[in-house]
């Protein structure tokens, strides 16, 4: 499961992405939630907008990557991928990037369907 946090902890956008083999439902978001706290006391702290792993929920781990306007990426996974999902991350934020810069762009309609498709597109590329 994927999930971009905006500020005040605002979910912006959710996608399924197969990075976790069982299914386990909600489970992934009051892992992701849990973790949101360890992120927020580590990104100050790091010069870094890839924090890696953040958190571990039994078989499952939370990575995170914080940009400069303070928007949270939240991975559930569960293989060590380090680089893959770096590269993941790092693309996704290019991409909300292109889709904030969009004048028409509303965070409140949530992302265009096309982001949605190069987030999965990006997933397929780095994360399976």
Known sequence: MFLIIGKNDVPMYEASLGTV????????????HAALDIVDEEAPLSSNMYLRTVDKFNDLYVSAYVTAANIRLMLVHDTK????????????????????TNPLFDVFRNFPTAFDAKVKQAAKKFLI
């Open 21 to 32: 083999k069982k299914d386990i439902g909600h489970l992934n978001q009051f892992i992701i």
């Open 81 to 100: 991928n380090e680089d893959g999902i770096k590269n993941f991350f790092i693309e996704v934020h290019e991409n909300i990037v292109k889709a904030m």
